[in-house]
């Protein structure tokens, strides 16, 4: 899990285009919007974006998708669990 997590960070560095940071400068269960990232509505739907295109997962209710990203460690479970074979 912890390979995928890192996996998981480099993806959103990419998506989000977080020039300049490295998968360890992000926690894993640091919060990515608000005080953690920072990320805002424009981020989520890059994140959902990623989240199709990589996993093959939709995210249609946006409260859903408030708990899949609250932090690194919630998308790694979560697209565990879902993810398209």
């Given at each position: 899990m912890e390979d995928f997590k890192r996996l998981l960070k480099l993806q959103i560095i990419e998506?989000?285009?977080l020039q300049g940071m490295q998968p360890e400068e992000i926690d894993d269960n640091a919060p990515l919007f608000g005080e953690g990232l920072g990320l805002d509505s424009i981020d989520s739907l890059e994140m959902i974006?990623?989240?199709e295109?990589?996993?093959g997962i939709k995210i249609e209710d946006p409260r859903e998708g408030r708990k899949i990203f609250e932090s690194v460690s919630t998308m790694a479970e979560y697209i565990?669990?879902?993810r398209k074979k």
């Open positions: 998506a989000l285009n974006v990623l989240m295109r990589n996993y565990q669990a879902n």
